[in-house]
């Protein structure tokens, strides 16, 4: 008797056995929410000493690609220190839309700037290794070199991973975005919105067009399919528009990443 087993296919991604295909996922969280009438994305930028010249619609570096630096509110954050954070890597897109990372080690509250002068897009920051508190002591905040009010990336407080759900899909590769999920926690009602920088698979740069929407009051929305094509280059985040001040959000969201 022959059996056949029915594979998992998003199992089989996740693991590396489907040629040209793979995970992309991001999450992030925001506290005490604004009502800016333009949306709020949802990150803790509003939590950076000194806030940065938006923390409501995070920046986005120039297409060419730009130099940045990295730097922590403390210097327990610190190649040298035995408690913070001690080095750190960064995943980015470079001026041609291609994958790339560096490895940095910081200097608590004295800035580093990365070797890469042609980063595009931040897509991921994360601690390399740890002191012995496992976690950052301070806020650590990638932002354009020169300029410390434009922030592209954190790690807060506490963490050793950014939280910024921002995502720019590679150069050669389309997202097929699958789900999302996000919850409210202190009784203000939020209207959250998937967006991206396209529509209908043609790439719109700058005009983030919505994708998927959920009102939440103190609530958690279960996982929401979307199911829709992103082409290369297209940037996707998660905003929030609250009815009242002080909305205490997160989300999260999951897609299949496949060469074109």
């Not at 969280?29 to 009502?35: A, H, K, Q, V």
């Not at 921002?166 to 389309?174: A, L």
């Not at 790439?203 to 939440?216: A, N, Q, S």
Request: hydrophobic letters at 40%; charged letters at 15%.
């Amino acid at each position: 008797m022959t059996y056949i087993v029915n594979k998992d296919p998003i199992l089989e991604i996740s693991i590396g056995n489907v040629p040209g295909q793979s995970i992309m996922r991001a999450f992030g969280e925001r506290e005490s929410m604004g009502t800016t009438a333009q949306g709020e994305d949802i990150w803790r930028g509003n939590d950076l000493t000194p806030a940065p010249t938006s923390h409501t619609s995070i920046p986005v570096p120039a297409d060419a690609g730009e130099q940045v630096t990295f730097v922590s509110e403390s210097n327990a954050d610190n190649g040298a220190t035995a408690t913070g954070v001690l080095t750190v890597r960064i995943e980015y897109l470079d001026n041609t839309g291609a994958e790339q990372t560096e490895d940095v080690t910081l200097n608590g509250t004295t800035p580093v700037n990365s070797v890469a002068t042609n980063i595009r897009f931040v897509n991921d920051f994360y601690a390399l290794t740890v002191g012995s508190n496992g976690v950052a002591e301070g806020h650590i905040k990638i932002y354009k070199t020169g300029t410390v009010g434009l922030v592209y990336n954190m790690i807060t407080l506490g963490g050793n991973k950014s939280m910024v759900p921002n995502r720019m899909v590679p150069i050669g590769k389309t997202l097929v975005l699958k789900e999302w999920h996000a919850s409210e926690a202190q009784g203000k009602r939020v209207a959250f919105r998937i967006r991206s920088t396209d529509m209908s698979g043609v790439l719109l740069p700058g005009v983030f067009c919505f994708k998927d929407v959920r009102y939440l009051n103190n609530s958690v929305a279960s996982d929401m399919s979307v199911n829709v094509s992103l082409p290369a280059l297209s940037i996707i985040k998660v905003s929030g528009w609250p009815d009242a001040i002080s909305a205490e959000v997160s989300c999260s969201w999951w897609g299949v990443l496949i060469n074109d």
